[in-house]
């Protein structure tokens, strides 16, 4: 692949390049999204099929489970030093996870699909045993 620009060879992002700015594991174009948080089917700039990645569930998995202790934390920790109203917890817990796991999300799924591009990763298979 080449660059536009220059017609020097384009340069694949790094992971974390790739989850935070939303870019092409394979030409650095900012095509991974169609939206917030859904994927682009492919690369308008490369042509990578992005559909045939399988990010899965994984990154909403483990963004709920530490963004959740660490609200909890947060949560016990201001109730024990402030002592503020329930109402108060109720209104700011939930609307702050949410922000969090939602605005996580993005730069998660985006660097699972840049670690799999990278690492050729593909399906479990089982082997046959040999005769």
């Known amino acids: 692949m080449t660059d536009s620009r220059d017609g020097a060879a384009a340069t694949p992002p790094t ?10 594991p394979r030409c650095g174009a900012q095509t991974l999204f169609a939206s ?12 990578l099929d992005f559909a045939s990645f399988n990010v899965g ?25 402030f002592h503020p109203p329930i109402w108060l917890h109720l209104i700011v817990w939930p609307v702050l996870t949410l922000a969090a796991v939602v605005g996580g999300l993005r730069v998660a799924k985006g660097a699972l699909m ?8 593909r399906e479990g298979r089982i082997a046959d045993p040999e005769p």
């Open 114 to 121: 840049a670690a799999e591009y990278r690492n050729a990763a």
């Open 15 to 24: 992971i974390t390049e790739a989850g935070l700015k939303g870019l092409c």
């Open 57 to 81: 569930d994984g990154p909403a998995a483990f963004l709920t489970l530490g963004i959740g202790t660490l609200i909890t934390v947060l949560a016990i920790a201001s109730d024990m030093l």
């Open 36 to 47: 917030t948080i859904r994927f682009a089917p492919k690369c308008t700039a490369c042509g």
